[in-house]
């Protein structure tokens, strides 16, 4: 069974700053990863994905890289802004079945 | 948003009532899914579904069914509501081609059981 951590599960950084969000998960079986962000009272917004044959995906400030061997993916936002406050969440598609499996989420507060 | 909306977005109950959440699509996604959202548990799914009438549960399908009779809708049912499942509740359908499927979401649906 796959498992999904997000490790620390809040995180608060000044404005301007790099930052990296980390995911673990435990069978490396994975068909993609993919990483959410979620507002507050909101629903979740798809921002990257990972496919298992890449290393990594851009998208602007947004760079989410997957290493399956050692089971991580990893979130790199440059140039923080207060718009990017939110809880980021990473989740696990794997072979066999058409699911998901979430981590918990960090909650990411950039401080101006 | 990948055309998804969600009804009713907030509902209080009493425990031991039936409640229908409802999940629509616009785009014909052959993949629908529900999950609840828990603080400290992320994300779980219920149940999903792979076609008109094709459904299959989730890690927590217990107290709830679900049905899919038309491709845009996919219904779930709490058959008597407990205070357990106090909780919020989100829709999604898959999306994409074959090695790129990403999941959307609805916007969600708050529901209170007192």
């Known amino acids: 069974k796959q498992e999904v951590t997000q490790i620390p599960a809040a995180l608060s950084v000044p404005e301007g700053e790099n930052l990296v969000l980390n995911c673990s998960f435990t069978?490396?079986?994975?068909?993609?990863l993919q990483w959410f962000r979620q507002d507050p009272g909101k629903g979740l917004t798809s921002l990257l994905l990972?496919?298992?044959?890449?290393r990594e995906q851009t998208s602007g400030r947004l760079n989410a890289s997957l290493d399956k061997s050692s089971g991580r993916s990893t979130l790199y936002i440059a140039a923080s802004q207060p718009g990017d406050s939110a809880t980021y969440l990473c989740?696990?598609?794997?072979?066999?079945?058409?699911?998901?499996?979430f981590g918990t989420g960090t909650r990411l507060t950039i401080i101006p | 948003d990948a055309g998804i909306t969600q009804s009713p977005r907030h509902k209080v109950t009493e425990t031991g009532t039936p409640v229908t959440l409802r999940c629509h699509q616009t785009?014909?996604?052959?993949?629908m899914y529900w999950y609840r959202q828990d603080p400290g548990h992320g994300l779980r799914l219920i149940h999903y579904?792979?076609?008109?009438?094709?459904?299959d549960k989730g890690e927590v399908s217990d107290g709830y069914s679900v049905s899919r009779s038309k491709t845009e809708d996919f219904l779930l049912t709490l058959e008597s509501a407990t205070s357990s499942q106090t909780s919020v509740y989100f829709c999604a359908i898959l999306a994409g081609g074959l090695s790129t499927d990403t999941q959307y979401f609805g916007p969600g649906t708050r529901l209170t059981v007192l």
């Open positions: 579904s792979y076609g008109v009438k094709d459904t």
């Open positions: 069978d490396s079986a994975i068909y993609n």
């Open positions: 990972i496919q298992s044959s890449q």
């Open positions: 785009e014909n996604h052959r993949y």
């Open positions: 989740a696990g598609f794997n072979f066999g079945n058409e699911k998901l499996t």
